[in-house]
């Protein structure tokens, strides 16, 4: 006698009925959510890590998130004795003025060449440092190259220009007076406009190249150790050890600081720029950043100073995201 497979209790059980039915499927219970754990457990267990972060967060909200309210006086014809409340609105005026006076081109023709030659001179240094100091199999020697190109970071713009300024003067400068002992005549380092912007972008190599080689230095030191090994028991040179493990390897760091320096494209700087100009290469050197200054401190047009601001500020973020953007196309993390 054969048992009828609906009248047996033990078939009842949807283990046992998905076992004698092959084709049949089990229906699996949803996996039940995580609890959530209140925000103040999680603030409490990750204290030390907040409390470390908590400086860095004031700064950027104190300084950086909460003057953007201040961006709306860009739209007003602001007036310091009305306040932002009162002060009458203009819409886009400022911006009008702005793109249709003739310093504009003047100012974004400086302004961009100087931030070529600032990305084609002064953003690979740092890569090149961190490279040459990586070969080196000397600690003390290292470490002594290392200190030297750190120090002039610690330096101020007023430090440094003040330094270049005792140098390359005409009047008793230390190079000047080596090309009159050679027989030369004395060169206008200071006041001729063809020699501002070689002279601005070595003094910005000259105290930014020693910070930016730390990144890339703490980068290296994620460098597998076994495939330089495995390149020499294939041949490979220091070279091509360089070009086809040490490059690739710090590739996504160099991406994620060249999209971080696309966003100061037009963010020279106020202060190195401003310590250099002079009457007499104003025409070459006047760049957003002290065209702010003078339009808003010393002709007192704060609202028109603020737009000229967030102008930059626009054109830095829209670079930003289409670097991003382009970056993750080909393959790479990008900033966010």
Avoid: C
């Amino acid at each position: 006698m054969v048992a009828d497979p609906a009248g047996d209790p033990r078939m009842s059980s949807p283990v046992l009925a998905a076992t004698a039915t092959p084709g049949a499927e089990a229906s699996a219970p949803a996996p039940l959510p995580m609890p959530r754990k209140p925000l103040g457990r999680t603030l409490w267990r990750y204290r030390s890590l907040y409390l470390m972060a908590l400086p860095g967060i004031v700064y950027f909200l104190v300084f950086k998130y909460l003057p953007m309210g201040g961006l709306i006086i860009a739209f007003q014809d602001y007036k310091p004795f009305l306040g932002i409340l009162d002060s009458p609105w203009v819409g886009f005026e400022h911006f009008v003025r702005l793109f249709t006076q003739d310093t504009f081109f003047m100012l974004l023709r400086n302004t961009l060449f100087l931030s070529f030659l600032l990305m084609l001179i002064s953003f690979p240094v740092p890569i090149i440092l961190a490279l040459l100091l990586n070969e080196l199999r000397g600690i003390v020697f290292k470490r002594s190259v290392q200190t030297i190109i750190y120090i002039p970071h610690f330096m101020s713009w007023v430090i440094v220009v003040s330094l270049f300024y005792v140098m390359l003067t005409t009047d008793g400068g230390a190079i000047n007076n080596l090309i009159v002992s050679l027989g030369g005549e004395p060169v206008g380092f200071l006041t001729d406009p063809d020699w501002l912007r070689p002279m601005y972008v070595f003094q910005h190599v000259w105290r930014t190249a020693g910070w930016g080689t730390i990144v890339y230095l703490a980068a290296l030191t994620a460098v597998d150790m076994s495939l330089y090994e495995a390149a020499e028991i294939d041949g490979a040179n220091r070279w091509q050890q360089t070009w086809h493990i040490t490059l690739p390897a710090i590739r996504a760091t160099i991406i994620v600081l060249f999209i971080l320096s696309i966003g100061d494209f037009l963010e020279l700087g106020f202060e190195h720029m401003f310590l250099l100009l002079n009457s007499m290469n104003r025409e070459v050197g006047e760049i957003f950043d002290t065209f702010v200054y003078t339009a808003g401190i010393q002709n007192g047009q704060l609202s028109f100073a603020t737009a000229v601001g967030l102008f930059k500020g626009l054109v830095g973020l829209v670079l930003v995201m289409g670097a991003n953007t382009f970056a993750k196309k080909l393959g790479e993390e990008g900033v966010y």
